[in-house]
């Protein structure tokens, strides 16, 4: 349970932030000291894309990250009631326009490097141990969401896609995007992994 709550805190301040301060850099200041924080209780994935990596690099099982996913979905939520509790109406954003191709491949890429990164700097044999972790995934979040957040709301992650969905900010339409597009770039910075790490 310890680890399930680490995950539901940590989605859930680092989607709060998100939310209520619309600023990529907040965001990823928000991911990187939450790493370091509760990393060491629950590895400190708050990203369901981040999770399935994980458990198809071989370091969780299926069940596990089942539940860190649905910790992670409950965090997004508990950070849309939050939003919803702290913002002013003049904060609420119109829903931008989609070019829904263009948004899918951005996400599987830019989730791709959020889960592949995560998986190099917190469970890769050479580098456990490091100092550099929670700074890492702050820096790669920065420049998924820098990079396509004029394009797909530039979530890079399910639980926050879920999270922007809710308050309005892109269009529901948009969830099938991030659930989809997190699983397949999951799944692919998993395989990458394997592909350059074939002895770990």
């Not at 907040?26 to 991911?31: E, Q, R």
């Not at 894309?49 to 198809?56: E, F, P």
């Not at 948009?174 to 990458?192: F, K, Q």
Request: charge should be positive.
């Amino acid at each position: 349970m310890n680890k399930l709550l680490a995950e539901f805190l940590g989605t859930f301040f680092f989607c709060a932030v998100a939310l209520l301060s619309a600023s990529p850099l907040a965001a990823a200041g928000a991911l990187a000291g939450l790493g370091y924080a509760l990393g060491y209780v629950s590895g400190g994935h708050f990203n369901p894309a981040v999770s399935l990596a994980v458990w198809m690099r071989g370091k969780m099982d299926g069940g596990e990250m089942l539940r860190y996913a649905g910790a992670q979905l409950g965090g997004a939520l508990g950070a849309w009631a939050l939003y919803q509790l702290l913002s002013k109406p003049e904060l609420v954003v119109q829903a931008m326009p989609v070019p829904y191709f263009r948004a899918f491949l951005g996400e599987i890429c830019f989730t791709f490097l959020a889960a592949f990164t995560y998986l190099h700097v917190r469970t890769a044999r050479q580098q456990l141990g490091n100092g550099y972790f929670g700074a890492a995934q702050g820096l790669v979040h920065y420049a998924g969401t820098s990079a396509i957040g004029q394009i797909s709301g530039g979530a890079c992650n399910p639980a926050l896609g879920l999270a922007l969905v809710l308050v309005g900010r892109v269009p529901g339409s948009l969830l099938l995007v991030y659930i989809i597009g997190g699983a397949i770039a999951g799944a692919g910075a998993a395989i990458g992994y394997r592909l350059l790490n074939p002895n770990d």
